[in-house]
């Protein structure tokens, strides 16, 4: 089965720029969540998203915004970028939401550089 | 708030040698915790997990984790480190309190040397 996918591996945006980073699940998790991990750091918590309803938000401003599709698929949109955006983006599946029982599955992440 | 420190960025053992990384953390509530691994330009990958059951927790790849209340650690092991296990390892906390979100330490980069 495949794991965790995301897209696209790599992007280069430049300050005050959009974008929009995709992620598709595990077949049959229901549950997506989002990480920035930024260099030299442990991955931080985003977004949780559960049969398409946020469960869960970190600290992040208003311009990061996630959601998800009837297909279990998810978006992570950032606008108006910053310099301090530049960061490897995971996104982790799993069964159900965020609870003891459940793994999650990372993806292999998008490289976003902004200039 | 829940935390994890995780002490040591850099951590080189000789192949054959005992891996030891060290992990504190914080929470208001019973932990559970966790150890990731990540191998250069892939995601996490799940090393092992305490879920308050044993406290000695065995894992993939011959790792294991002992959970300790009293000193509030989470330390990871492995007896005889291979040259495959260079990569970064991550520990993480998640509790009742925060609804399970896992919060993670800034890692630890181990290299094998020959």
């Known amino acids: 089965d495949a794991g965790v996918t995301q897209s696209p591996t790599h992007l280069i945006k430049t300050r005050g720029q959009h974008v929009t980073l995709r992620c598709s699940p595990i077949?049959?998790?229901?549950?997506v969540s989002w990480y920035q991990q930024v260099l030299g750091q442990g991955p931080q918590f985003i977004f949780q998203y559960y049969e398409k309803e946020e469960r869960g938000r970190g600290n992040f401003p208003d311009r990061f915004s996630a959601r998800q599709f009837p297909n279990y698929s998810s978006e992570l949109n950032v606008n108006a970028l910053l310099l301090g955006d530049s960061a490897l983006y995971l996104c982790?599946?799993?069964?159900?939401?965020?609870?003891?029982?459940?793994?999650?599955?990372f993806g292999p992440g998008t490289r976003l550089l902004v200039l | 708030a829940q935390s994890v420190t995780q002490l040591g960025s850099h951590v080189s053992v000789s192949e054959g040698a005992l891996v030891l990384l060290r992990c504190n953390y914080s929470s208001s509530v019973p932990p559970y915790l966790f150890w990731y691994v990540q191998y250069p330009n892939q995601g996490l990958q799940l090393l092992l997990k305490?879920?308050?059951?044993?406290?000695l927790v065995k894992g993939i790849n011959g790792f294991e984790a002992e959970f300790k209340k009293s000193e509030t650690s989470f330390h990871l092991t492995k007896p005889s480190a291979h040259m495959s296990d260079a990569a970064e390892y991550f520990c993480a906390v998640s509790d009742r309190a925060n609804d399970y979100k896992l919060s993670f330490g800034a890692g630890t980069t181990v290299t094998v040397r020959a």
């Open positions: 982790a599946s799993s069964l159900g939401p965020q609870g003891i029982d459940e793994t999650q599955y």
């Open positions: 305490y879920t308050s059951a044993a406290t």
């Open positions: 077949s049959g998790h229901k549950s």
